[in-house]
């Protein structure tokens, strides 16, 4: 027999030799041990090596980007994956007609959700998505992220509106709108006072019939 190269130390793909193992295997091949970059030790047929990338783990990976990419394409006529486009379109396209409003001021979408649908579309099936909700955002003047949004109904995302003011009262923070059905005030009412330079409190506490007399 030939004098056997010593492989220990070379790099095929992925996978670094580690040593040469003591047995054989078709034909009588020497079996190497190596490790590869994912962690995995494998044993490899020497006549082999120059044919194998890694353990396996590039071929799962590929097979797993693949199925990831059918089911993109499967979605890609959904209402959910129109949710995710058009987001993507206002955050990060200055050629949107409402990106001034989004990703002009700061609004950004999240690096995982901008670079998969299927991560998107992960967090939403998880979190009640259905078909009469729209996505909304917790704090509005923050981005899309799965701890900044969550699936509201139209009435909902109403009251989370950015021109809807929030007052603070005795320790407690609501919307304009929330504060009027809370105290029975028509909320016009409550609208006029701020608008007229009420305090706060004044234009909460103060009763109706008081208003008219302070506005003649």
């Known amino acids: 027999m030939g004098t056997t190269i010593n ?11 580690i040593e040469q193992l003591n047995k054989r295997g078709h034909g009588g091949m020497i079996i190497w041990k190596c490790k590869c970059q994912c962690g995995n030790i494998v044993e490899v047929e020497g006549g082999r090596l120059n044919e194998r990338k ?3 783990c590039l ?4 097979s797993a980007d693949f199925g990831a990419r059918m089911a993109k394409h499967s979605e890609s006529h959904t209402r959910l994956y129109t ?7 206002r ?25 998969s649908y299927i991560e998107f579309a992960d967090w939403a099936k998880s979190h009640g998505y259905n078909e009469k909700l729209s996505i909304d955002r917790i704090d509005n003047n923050g981005g899309y992220n ?23 009262f005795k320790g407690k923070t609501m919307t304009m709108k929330e504060w009027a ?8 009412c409550l609208q ?19 208003h008219r007399k302070k506005v003649e």
Do not use: F
């Open 146 to 168: 799965p701890e900044n949004c969550k699936w509201s109904t139209s009435k909902e995302q109403a009251v989370n509106k950015r021109s809807n003011r929030l007052i603070t």
């Open 192 to 210: 006029t006072r701020i608008i007229r330079g009420w305090t706060e409190e004044e234009a909460l506490t103060t009763p109706i019939q008081q």
């Open 54 to 56: 890694s353990c396996g």
């Open 91 to 115: 955050c990060c396209n200055p050629n949107d007609k409402r990106y001034m409003d989004y990703g002009g001021r700061g609004i950004q979408i999240c690096d995982k959700w901008a670079n």
């Open 181 to 188: 059905d809370e105290l029975r005030l028509p909320y016009g």
């Open 7 to 17: 492989r220990k130390g070379n790099t095929y793909g992925l996978l670094t030799v």
């Open 59 to 62: 071929s799962r990976a590929r």
């Open 83 to 89: 949710i995710w486009s058009n987001i993507k379109s």
